[in-house]
């Protein structure tokens, strides 16, 4: 018995340095569903601080504006928890944009380059930026460092590429008896 | 003709009335010899599947027919022409021949009249390595003609065998109204074998297998009598029963062959590829007389006077074809292919693009409006004449209700949205419209997905710049120091050696001293005397 117990016991050491779970799973997959615009706007810096506070405990699901209400509903799924509208204090689902800088505004101060959390700005001191629209989260961080307000969001247009079929709807019809 | 050959089947199927003959009366004439040059081309950039062409040619540049205006841009993409010789008025977004309504870029050529083609010469594929016959295909902007579009400069491949088994040419047009691929058989027989032959050579097929559908026997007779006549050998005309869609690329190859491409997998896998009878034409142009893709065969059919096949040049408006044709007044609306898989179109001044086989032109008498939509009720229709063998009724329940995950382990991609099941629904719902839904949302939800995870490495590599630069920047700072202490050890021990300069130092010190004191005193005495006279 005795035997057997040192036997498990060393297997079970073994097992637990052998598959050791790099991380906490949890955050990984609560990461996966935030939008990663890395915008703040849920109080903490990026979405990975953020993921670590829900899985925590410390903070509740409803926090991301970008993520929306289908974000939500994920996390709730996800969570078990129940789901809850967009917090107002944290902002408001706004359409998909894209930062645009006016070239013949800008100065060439760099401080929108070091405000872009995902590298998306190109630019070099008193060389006119610009913005890689492809990489663009839409955070709007460069918005507020930028001293000659050259920065504008614009809202990702639709065209016949990204262009989606609509839900099938049908008009009730009123019929007289 | 082989009367032994065995002919294998699909499941599923439907027989739709065909509503063919109208069309096939006449034959088949150029579109510019009945009605003339248009006032404009408008020719649009993204024409195929796949990346859009980039503009080659300013507003006010002049072009000739055939030159290059749209040039292939990325892997899968392919190149676009001008129709015709005449002055580039603009390159701007125009309504697109797309459901949405939605404008593109388009390149609008005003006819000079001319008609002048630009210098071209055959393209000699033989003595050519597979890679520049590919891309002199690619150049010259021929895509599948029979609806998809695809770029067949990609499906010009032997596969990882080296060779293929069979080839399989797409003749069976099995959507109602549409017979620009009859016709075409019928006229351009000679052509369409030759184009045959060098896709043959191309992909080093075993055979060629033409399939056809019976209901078309003077295709049929015109492609035999044309295989004879161009003495190809290793193709065969083939008959196939009459079922739509006996024309889908997976359906045709499984009547044929037998072999029924599994989920996921592609034709070439199994030694089979396919092309559209259209396109082996505009192969046979493309190589051997160089010219590129410029003009397509279009049936106007529906509710017109006359129902005919046209030579159209792309970036002819719809309206002119319709005008021609003798659209009926009560017409109400414009498809672009056929009534089972088409595209309603937002307007018919949309131009004529490489997909348009069709113009259909309908009616509320033709098309009766969709009668209301009723709930399923598990009748298990839909499954029975489904060709892919998917189960619609489960992809329906999980599109209408937004289980996209759902939808997808169902298959939902797999569904080529031919409209059997919509056909046969009793409950009349509009399944296809509920999978056309699903498929574009899970389509923009995965580009999100992706662009989200680009995001995320992004931000983490910034995260880990930041970190390493703080680094080295503490590093450096330490290194300063460091150097510093060194220096200044160095100079405590040099020190008896520098005493002559520490005296001078200290000299010049006090003398700084004192002219401070000195400037100190004078402006106290400044200050001072403007007081005094006012005391």
Same mark, same amino acid.
């Given at each position: 018995?005795?035997?057997?117990?040192?036997?498990?016991?060393?297997?079970?050491?073994?097992?637990?340095?052998?598959?050791?779970?790099?991380?906490?799973?949890?955050?990984?997959?609560?990461?996966?569903?935030?939008?990663?615009?890395?915008?703040?706007?849920?109080?903490?810096?990026?979405?990975?601080?953020?993921?670590?506070?829900?899985?925590?405990?410390?903070?509740?699901?409803?926090?991301?504006?970008?993520?929306?209400?289908?974000?939500?509903?994920?996390?709730?799924?996800?969570?078990?928890?129940?789901?809850?509208?967009?917090?107002?204090?944290?902002?408001?689902?706004?359409?998909?944009?894209?930062?645009?800088?006016?070239?013949?505004?800008?100065?060439?101060?760099?401080?929108?380059?070091?405000?872009?959390?995902?590298?998306?700005?190109?630019?070099?001191?008193?060389?006119?930026?610009?913005?890689?629209?492809?990489?663009?989260?839409?955070?709007?961080?460069?918005?507020?460092?930028?001293?000659?307000?050259?920065?504008?969001?614009?809202?990702?247009?639709?065209?016949?590429?990204?262009?989606?079929?609509?839900?099938?709807?049908?008009?009730?019809?009123?019929?007289?008896? | 003709?082989?009367?032994?050959?065995?002919?294998?089947?699909?499941? @599923?199927?439907?027989?739709?009335?065909?509503?063919?003959?109208?069309?096939?009366?006449?034959?088949?004439?150029?579109?510019?010899?009945?009605?003339?040059?248009?006032?404009?081309?408008?020719?649009?950039?993204?024409?195929?599947? @796949?990346?859009?062409?980039?503009?080659?040619? +300013?507003?006010?540049?002049?072009?000739?027919?055939?030159?290059?205006?749209?040039?292939?841009?990325?892997? &899968?993409?392919?190149?676009?022409?001008?129709?015709?010789?005449?002055?580039?008025?603009?390159?701007?977004?125009?309504?697109?021949?797309?459901?949405?309504?939605?404008?593109?870029?388009?390149?609008?050529?005003?006819?000079?009249?001319?008609?002048?083609?630009?210098?071209?010469?055959?393209?000699?594929?033989?003595?050519?390595?597979?890679?520049?016959?590919?891309?002199?295909?690619?150049?010259?902007?021929?895509?599948?003609?029979?609806?998809?579009?695809?770029?067949?400069?990609?499906?010009?491949?032997?596969?990882?065998?080296? +060779?293929?088994?069979?080839?399989?040419?797409?003749?069976?047009?099995?959507?109602?109204?549409?017979?620009?691929?009859?016709?075409?058989?019928?006229?351009?027989?000679?052509?369409?074998?030759?184009?045959?032959?060098?896709?043959?050579?191309?992909?080093?097929?075993?055979?060629?297998?033409?399939?056809?559908?019976?209901?078309?026997?003077?295709?049929?007779?015109?492609?035999?009598? +044309?295989?004879?006549?161009?003495?190809?050998?290793?193709?065969?005309?083939?008959?196939?029963?009459?079922? %739509?869609?006996?024309?889908?690329?997976?359906?045709?190859?499984?009547?044929?062959?037998?072999?029924?491409?599994?989920?996921?997998?592609?034709?070439?896998?199994?030694?089979?590829?396919?092309?559209?009878?259209?396109?082996?034409?505009?192969?046979?142009?493309?190589?051997?007389? @160089?010219?590129?893709?410029?003009?397509?065969?279009?049936?106007?059919?529906?509710? &017109?006077?006359?129902?005919?096949?046209?030579?159209?040049?792309?970036?002819?408006?719809?309206?002119?074809?319709?005008?021609?044709?003798?659209?009926?007044?009560?017409?109400?609306?414009?498809?672009?292919?056929?009534?089972?898989?088409?595209?309603?179109?937002?307007?018919?001044?949309?131009?004529?693009?490489?997909?348009?086989?069709? &113009?259909?032109?309908?009616?509320?008498?033709?098309?009766?409006?969709?009668?209301?939509?009723?709930?399923?009720?598990?009748?298990?229709?839909?499954?029975?004449?489904?060709?892919?063998?998917?189960?619609?009724?489960?992809?329906?329940?999980?599109?209408?209700?937004?289980?996209?995950?759902?939808?997808?382990?169902?298959?939902?991609?797999?569904?080529?949205?031919?409209?059997?099941?919509? %056909?046969?629904?009793?409950?009349?719902?509009?399944?296809?419209?509920?999978?056309?839904?699903?498929?574009?949302?899970?389509?923009?939800?995965?580009?999100?997905?992706?662009?989200?995870?680009?995001?995320?490495?992004?931000?983490?590599?910034?995260?880990?710049?930041?970190?390493?630069?703080?680094?080295?920047?503490?590093?450096?700072?330490?290194?300063?120091?460091?150097?510093?202490?060194?220096?200044?050890? +160095?100079?405590?021990?040099?020190?008896?050696?520098?005493?002559?300069?520490?005296?001078?130092?200290?000299?010049?010190?006090?003398?700084?001293?004192?002219?401070?004191?000195?400037?100190?005193?004078?402006?106290?005495?400044?200050?001072?005397?403007?007081?005094?006279?006012?005391?």
């Amino acid at each position: 018995m005795a035997l057997g117990a040192i036997i498990l016991g060393a297997a079970l050491g073994y097992a637990s340095i052998k598959f050791k779970v790099e991380g906490d799973p949890l955050v990984e997959k609560i990461d996966a569903i935030l939008p990663q615009t890395q915008c703040g706007q849920c109080g903490f810096p990026g979405c990975k601080p953020y993921a670590e506070a829900i899985a925590k405990g410390e903070a509740d699901i409803n926090c991301c504006p970008p993520g929306g209400e289908e974000g939500i509903r994920k996390l709730a799924d996800l969570l078990g928890r129940e789901f809850k509208p967009l917090s107002e204090e944290h902002g408001v689902e706004k359409p998909k944009s894209v930062a645009f800088i006016d070239e013949q505004t800008c100065i060439g101060c760099t401080l929108c380059i070091q405000a872009c959390p995902v590298d998306a700005i190109l630019g070099a001191a008193k060389q006119m930026h610009t913005i890689v629209a492809k990489r663009c989260t839409g955070c709007e961080l460069c918005l507020e460092p930028c001293p000659v307000d050259c920065i504008a969001m614009v809202p990702i247009p639709e065209t016949v590429e990204n262009w989606k079929w609509k839900y099938p709807v049908h008009p009730i019809k009123q019929v007289t008896a | 003709m082989n009367a032994l050959r065995k002919l294998f089947r699909f499941n @599923g199927g439907v027989k739709p009335s065909y509503n063919k003959e109208p069309s096939t009366t006449e034959p088949i004439v150029d579109f510019l010899d009945v009605a003339g040059m248009p006032a404009e081309y408008v020719i649009p950039l993204h024409q195929s599947i @796949g990346g859009v062409p980039h503009p080659l040619v +300013a507003p006010g540049e002049h072009v000739k027919k055939g030159q290059l205006i749209g040039g292939p841009d990325g892997f &899968v993409s392919s190149a676009v022409h001008a129709s015709t010789s005449g002055l580039v008025k603009a390159v701007e977004h125009r309504l697109m021949p797309h459901t949405s309504g939605l404008t593109a870029l388009c390149v609008v050529i005003e006819p000079d009249g001319k008609d002048e083609w630009i210098e071209h010469a055959p393209v000699p594929w033989r003595s050519m390595a597979p890679d520049e016959v590919r891309d002199a295909l690619r150049d010259a902007g021929v895509v599948g003609l029979g609806g998809a579009v695809f770029p067949s400069y990609l499906k010009v491949n032997p596969g990882k065998k080296g +060779a293929l088994d069979t080839l399989v040419i797409n003749g069976a047009e099995c959507e109602p109204f549409i017979t620009c691929d009859d016709m075409q058989m019928r006229q351009y027989g000679e052509t369409i074998v030759r184009g045959a032959g060098i896709l043959r050579d191309l992909t080093k097929a075993g055979q060629v297998l033409i399939g056809v559908e019976d209901n078309k026997p003077e295709a049929i007779a015109a492609m035999n009598a +044309a295989l004879k006549a161009t003495g190809e050998q290793r193709i065969e005309i083939v008959p196939v029963p009459t079922r %739509y869609p006996a024309g889908g690329a997976k359906q045709l190859i499984r009547v044929l062959t037998g072999i029924e491409v599994p989920h996921g997998k592609r034709s070439t896998d199994y030694g089979v590829q396919c092309f559209n009878t259209g396109t082996a034409y505009g192969i046979y142009e493309a190589l051997e007389l @160089g010219r590129p893709l410029i003009s397509r065969v279009v049936t106007v059919a529906g509710n &017109v006077e006359r129902p005919r096949n046209y030579i159209v040049r792309f970036g002819t408006p719809m309206k002119d074809l319709m005008n021609v044709a003798g659209a009926k007044p009560d017409s109400d609306r414009v498809i672009m292919g056929g009534p089972m898989m088409g595209f309603a179109m937002p307007s018919a001044d949309v131009p004529v693009v490489k997909a348009t086989n069709c &113009v259909l032109v309908g009616s509320p008498a033709l098309f009766p409006p969709p009668p209301p939509e009723m709930p399923c009720i598990r009748c298990g229709e839909c499954a029975k004449v489904c060709p892919t063998d998917l189960q619609p009724f489960e992809m329906y329940w999980f599109s209408r209700a937004k289980i996209f995950g759902k939808a997808q382990e169902y298959h939902l991609f797999d569904c080529i949205e031919c409209g059997c099941c919509a %056909y046969v629904c009793p409950s009349r719902i509009p399944l296809v419209d509920y999978y056309r839904f699903a498929k574009s949302e899970i389509w923009a939800r995965e580009n999100e997905k992706a662009a989200a995870d680009q995001a995320r490495t992004r931000y983490e590599f910034r995260m880990q710049r930041e970190e390493r630069e703080k680094q080295e920047k503490a590093a450096k700072l330490a290194a300063k120091a460091a150097e510093t202490k060194a220096k200044l050890a +160095a100079a405590g021990a040099a020190a008896p050696e520098d005493d002559a300069k520490k005296a001078l130092i200290a000299a010049a010190m006090a003398r700084a001293q004192q002219a401070d004191k000195a400037a100190e005193a004078a402006p106290a005495a400044e200050a001072a005397q403007p007081q005094a006279p006012q005391e």
